[in-house]
């Protein structure tokens, strides 16, 4: 079993494509881009938090 070629990721992405199709594929890339930017945006509040000391 070796790696997979460029063909095979074409194929796998055409069958993709003609089962979800373009307009909900675009909506999952919307939705993960959300979810990993609030992600970041949780971090970034958690670290400030636990940089300073509580009064």
């Given at each position: 079993m070796?790696?997979?070629?460029?063909?095979?990721?074409?194929?796998?992405?055409?069958?993709?494509?003609?089962?979800?199709?373009?307009?909900?594929?675009?909506?999952?890339?919307?939705?993960?881009?959300?979810?990993?930017?609030?992600?970041?945006?949780?971090?970034?509040?958690?670290?400030?938090?636990?940089?300073?000391?509580?009064?």
């Amino acid at each position: 079993m070796g790696s997979f070629s460029i063909w095979h990721w074409l194929i796998v992405l055409v069958i993709v494509v003609l089962i979800f199709g373009t307009k909900k594929l675009k909506n999952m890339g919307q939705d993960l881009g959300g979810a990993v930017k609030g992600f970041k945006e949780g971090m970034k509040e958690g670290s400030d938090s636990a940089a300073t000391p509580p009064s």
